[in-house]
Nanobody, 123 residues
């Protein structure tokens, strides 16, 4: 059974911050890697940040490096995405997903993401 619930989205001005949360309950094998996907209006979903929970290793899309931080809390099955220095182009839906980790990068598992949380950044 896959249970993924994102929260924390909202509206902020350019330069602002938000912290997204994801409570994820999936099978043990699938829970080792968790990532965040981003989908801008009218565009395809793309990987933003992933974390391999056993080691804490992380991987980020170049456009968010230094601005976004992914972290996790094993006790609560929760993964966070801290969004800082937000830009209007960060506007869109953010989805949390289970993933596969390989050679320092991650690949989302189809069907393992939630309903998403909306972030709107105004200029």
């Amino acid at each position: 059974q896959v249970q993924v619930a994102e929260s924390g989205g909202g509206s902020v001005q350019s330069g602002g911050s938000l912290k997204l949360s994801c409570v994820i309950r999936v099978d043990a094998a699938s829970s080792k890697c968790v990532g965040w996907l981003f989908q801008a209006p009218g565009k395809e979903r793309e990987e933003v940040a992933g974390i391999y929970r056993a080691t804490g290793a992380t991987d980020y899309r170049d456009s968010v490096k230094g601005r976004f931080t992914i972290s996790h809390d094993n006790g609560d099955n929760t993964v966070y995405l801290q969004l800082n220095s937000l830009k209007p182009e960060d506007t869109g839906m953010y989805y949390c997903t289970a993933c596969d980790w390989h050679d320092g990068t991650w690949f989302p598992k189809a069907g393992y993401w939630g309903q998403g949380t909306l972030v709107i950044v105004s200029s």
